[in-house]
T-cell receptor, first 112, second 112 residues
């Protein structure tokens, strides 16, 4: 079983819809990253959070440390949001917290 | 402010050869981490350097190595290339390694 599980793997939405991508992890972490990767493009870091909630524009990320779960929400989705979204756990094991473990990613397609 | 620069962008090598990839971090960032991305395995952590010291290493064979110079620029080396090493290699920089990551555009390595 992967240490970081993401769902769904694929998500298709209509423009304007509210989108939620989920991430669960099974190990202790020092932080959780949400990343965005457009096809053929580089990776952009959206959020890094260790507790609570962060918001940037139409994007919101939440984390529940006790439940080992994080969500990425996109409000009023737009076709330009179409990308792969990846969560990554910054592990806190063995005294080292510099190692990232990645989910498999969620391919989001937003249709106009 | 210049972003993270990776060179070269594309590389084609033959099995058995070795390759060196370069990563120049954002000015002031002292942590550089490296990742391998393949369609099958997704993103995987290779190693992380801070102030010329490797602080953590992923589960890759010893053929994968790296170093960091005093100006924080980093190189990774893969010796005795195998077909399975074909991948997108990404580096990321951050202030400390536990702060938000900034990714380069990657080097796409093809081993024939």
């Amino acid at each position: 079983k992967n240490e970081v599980e993401q769902s769904p793997q694929n998500l298709t939405a209509q423009e304007g819809e509210f989108i939620t991508i989920n991430c669960s992890y099974s190990v202790g972490i020092s932080a959780l990253h949400w990343l965005q990767q457009h096809p053929g493009g580089g990776i952009v870091s959206l959020f890094m959070l260790s507790s609570g909630k962060k918001k940037h524009g139409r994007l919101i990320a939440t984390i529940n440390i006790q439940e080992k779960h994080s969500s990425l929400h996109i409000t009023a989705s737009h076709p330009r949001d179409s990308a792969v979204y990846i969560c990554a756990a910054q592990l806190n094991s063995g005294g080292s917290n510099y190692k990232l473990t990645f989910g498999k990613g969620t391919l989001l397609t937003v249709n106009p | 402010k210049a972003g993270v620069t990776q060179t070269p962008r594309y590389l084609i090598k033959t099995r058995g050869q070795q390759v060196t990839l370069s990563c120049s971090p954002i000015s002031g960032h002292r942590s550089v981490s490296w990742y391998q991305q393949t369609p099958g395995q997704g993103l995987q952590f290779l190693f992380e350097y801070f102030s010329e010291t490797q602080r953590n290493k992923g589960n890759f064979p010893g053929r994968f190595s790296g170093r960091q110079f005093s100006n924080s620029r980093s190189e990774m080396n893969v010796s005795t290339l195998e077909l399975g090493d074909s991948a997108l290699y990404l580096c990321a920089s951050s202030w400390t390694g536990t702060s938000p990551l900034h990714f380069g555009n990657g080097t796409r390595l093809t081993v024939t």
